[in-house]
């Protein structure tokens, strides 16, 4: 079966979304953790709990968006649902995450978009 048309731009989506993710990533590394090393005690044990929990945060949604549109390139199913989880994620990134987020659920789930996932989910991967 062909792959649906519109599933690339999906997929563009999770790799942009990530890279964008990844450049949080490095902002907060580069620019936060400078300044909040620089408080003294009480503020630093916080400000450091607070950005690692925000770099734990980005780095779920990064490898949640990289495993969803690996999938959905091989045209897994896995990768379809992966996909649709990043796609209520996105829904809180307003305004365009939410764009985004309720084309892709809107996509994602008609029928020629699973068929085509369930039917390459028997097909081994080269």
Same mark, same amino acid.
């Given at each position: 079966?062909?792959?649906?048309? *519109?599933?690339?731009?999906?997929?563009?989506?999770?790799? *942009?979304?990530? $890279?964008?993710?990844?450049?949080?990533?490095? %902002?907060?590394?580069?620019?936060?953790?400078?300044?909040?090393?620089?408080?003294?005690?009480?503020?630093?044990? #916080?400000? *450091?709990? #607070?950005?690692?929990? %925000?770099?734990?945060?980005?780095?779920?949604?990064?490898?949640?968006?990289?495993?969803?549109? %690996? #999938?959905?390139?091989?045209?897994?199913?896995?990768?379809?649902? $992966?996909?649709?989880?990043? %796609?209520?994620?996105?829904?809180?990134?307003?305004?365009?995450? $939410? $764009?985004?987020?309720?084309?892709?659920?809107?996509? *994602?789930?008609?029928?020629?978009?699973?068929?085509?996932?369930?039917?390459?989910?028997?097909?081994?991967?080269?």
């Amino acid at each position: 079966m062909k792959k649906p048309d *519109l599933l690339i731009l999906i997929i563009i989506w999770e790799f *942009l979304s990530a $890279t964008i993710a990844l450049v949080g990533m490095a %902002a907060i590394i580069i620019f936060a953790f400078p300044v909040v090393l620089k408080f003294v005690s009480y503020p630093r044990a #916080g400000g *450091l709990f #607070g950005l690692s929990v %925000a770099e734990v945060l980005l780095f779920t949604y990064v490898a949640l968006a990289v495993t969803a549109g %690996a #999938g959905l390139i091989i045209g897994r199913e896995w990768g379809r649902i $992966t996909a649709i989880i990043h %796609a209520v994620l996105s829904l809180f990134s307003i305004p365009f995450g $939410t $764009t985004i987020g309720i084309l892709s659920l809107i996509y *994602l789930n008609r029928p020629e978009v699973k068929e085509y996932c369930q039917s390459t989910q028997k097909k081994p991967f080269v």
